[in-house]
């Protein structure tokens, strides 16, 4: 009889997390919402930092400082891929530097309101971006991944969304101190 009950408690464990990622994953994709519609983009930042975790280094620190924002006008399925491909390849700069520089890896993402528009800063402090490929980085195909690891169509994607929101993607980094990337959308993009 224990051995049964442990088992039905771990299937009810493994239910439970299954239906967590299934609700992250919707909430991320918004496979419901592909047209253009109010969202809150705290909580695209929040679904997509779960869908990541499994990736986060071992040294690592998380920071979140989320203001109270109003809601975005946008796609939100895409504006995820968007936090997605940055937080991603954030992590991964991350991880590269903790390779040849140990130390804890430390990914800080704000949001805040300034004057009709959100802010979201996402920071890490991996191993940054060099001079010439700074100015590469959006450009369709680029990309300083080994051959088969990478398209170079992530970051390029992630300009076209932006754009397509009337928005703005700043890039501020120094090779060897990490990157920020700092996204600004209009709260009302078809006004």
């Keep these: 009889n224990e051995e ?17 990622i299934v609700s992250n994953l919707k909430n991320f994709a918004r496979i419901d919402e592909a047209n253009v519609k109010f969202a809150n983009l705290n909580e695209g930042l929040q679904s997509t930092l779960m869908l990541v975790k499994n990736s986060f ?6 920071n979140k400082e989320l203001d109270n924002i109003p ?8 504006i995820n891929q968007v936090f997605m491909n940055i937080i991603t390849n954030g992590l991964q700069s991350i991880s590269e530097r903790q390779a040849v520089n140990p130390g804890p890896g430390i990914l800080t993402i704000k949001s805040m309101e300034e004057n009709g528009h959100v802010k979201i800063s996402i920071k890490d402090n991996g191993i ?7 100015e590469k980085i959006f450009e369709p195909f680029y990309t300083t991944k080994p051959v088969g690891q990478g398209t170079g169509l ?10 397509s929101h009337k928005g703005t993607i700043e890039v501020i980094s ?11 959308l209009p709260v009302n993009y078809l006004a």
Excluded: Y
Aim: proline share 3%; hydrophobic share 40%; glycine share 14%.
């Design 4 to 20: 049964i009950r442990t088992l039905l408690m771990g299937i009810r464990d493994g239910a439970h997390r299954t239906a967590e």
């Design 57 to 62: 280094p071992k040294d690592f620190i998380l």
């Design 71 to 78: 809601d975005v006008e946008c796609t939100p399925g895409k």
């Design 128 to 134: 940054g971006i060099k001079d010439d490929v700074h």
């Design 154 to 163: 992530g970051m390029s994607i992630v300009k076209g969304i932006i754009d």
């Design 174 to 184: 120094n090779f060897g101190e990490g990157a920020e990337f700092i996204i600004t």
